[in-house]
């Protein structure tokens, strides 16, 4: 019998609704990982609502919470580590020395690291401090990395100008260090309006893909966080790269249709659950070059 893949999940969780591991948890244990949530904030909401309640988990909790699972000696059945919403850089530095302890125990374990900056129109908050941890030390520890179209340009420093600027942005940032860079949602001057848009980024090859831009009255929060954790659970499954890209904008498509169609600000992940398993949608990941 194959073996069913451990995933230590490091992000924010919300009590009422989805973000972070509120979104990522049940459709990666959907897909068939073992999911270890380890929560960086437990907030009432997520922080677009403009207005929350709740902590931020110390970062001297992380590795105590790491040792604990080493010393009963489980933590060399951890396959893979994803890291999401900080709370603080402090946080992010603790995250990278469970990431080393991880590795140590077990050096195939992948390290997934979804840069999540402040997206101040959206109403999404992070510390400056944080965004300075992801350019200058996540980057260079992860093996992937998934970043929006926001957080590459930080990555790059300046706005992208085109579909093949993005590709030279996300090739950028391979040379700081990651294996495989995801890019979530791009955003280029040109870029068709009715399509959302993905690249998948290795030293091997390049791939784009587009899906079809729903239209929301409101956007959904925790749609990158719901990306990034399909893409590593299926990787984790054993898909390959590619296919992962594909499986995962479709799945995430379903949920975004079953969203739109019952007209929920919340993502629908409940009502989704067969579609995230079982996508009907297939979106092509198409080869593309500089
Ligand atoms: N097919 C789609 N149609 C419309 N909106 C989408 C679609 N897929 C994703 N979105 C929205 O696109 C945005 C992606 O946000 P972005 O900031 O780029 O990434 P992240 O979700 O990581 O913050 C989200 O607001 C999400 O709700
Ligand atoms: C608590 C929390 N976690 C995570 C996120 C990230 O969500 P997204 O997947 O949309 O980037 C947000 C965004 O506001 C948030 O408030
Ligand atoms: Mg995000």
Redesign the pocket.
């Known amino acids: 019998m194959k073996r069913t893949p451990h995933l230590l999940a490091i992000q924010s969780h919300v009590i009422f609704g989805h973000a972070g591991n509120s979104a990522a948890v049940f459709p990666m244990q959907r897909v068939g990982v073992n999911v270890w949530p380890l929560n960086t904030v437990q907030f009432s909401n997520h922080t677009q609502y403009g207005q929350w309640a709740g902590e931020v988990l110390a970062p001297a909790q992380i590795p105590l919470l790491v040792e604990g699972i080493a010393a009963i000696g489980e933590l060399g059945n951890c396959d893979a580590v994803l890291s999401g919403y900080l709370g603080s850089a402090a946080q992010g530095q603790a995250i990278l020395a469970g990431v080393a302890r991880i590795k140590a125990c077990n050096p195939k374990a992948l390290y997934l690291c979804?840069p999540?900056m402040g997206?101040p129109e959206?109403g999404?908050i992070v510390a400056p401090e944080v965004s300075e941890f992801l350019l200058e030390e996540a980057a260079a520890v992860a093996d992937i990395m998934c970043p929006?179209?926001?957080e590459l340009d930080s990555f790059s420093g300046r706005k992208a100008q085109s579909l093949f600027d993005c590709l030279a942005m996300a090739r950028a940032l391979l040379a700081r260090g990651p294996k495989v860079v995801l890019v979530?949602?791009l955003?280029y001057p040109g870029k068709p309006e009715d399509s959302?848009e993905m690249l998948l980024v290795t030293a091997d090859g390049s791939w784009h893909l587009r899906?079809?831009?729903?239209?929301?009255p409101r956007?959904?929060?925790?749609?990158?966080?719901l990306?990034s954790g399909l893409f590593l659970a299926r990787i984790l499954l054993g898909d390959s790269l590619v296919a992962a890209f594909e499986f995962t904008a479709a799945a995430?498509?379903e949920v975004?249709l079953e969203t739109q169609a019952c007209a929920s600000y919340e993502l629908q992940l409940i009502r989704a659950q067969d579609r995230i398993a079982h996508p009907r949608v297939r979106f092509e990941a198409v080869p593309i070059s500089l």
């Open positions: 979804d999540v997206h959206k999404c929006n179209q926001l979530k949602h955003a959302f899906r079809p831009l729903l239209a929301f956007q959904p929060v925790g749609v990158g966080d990306t995430v498509h975004l």
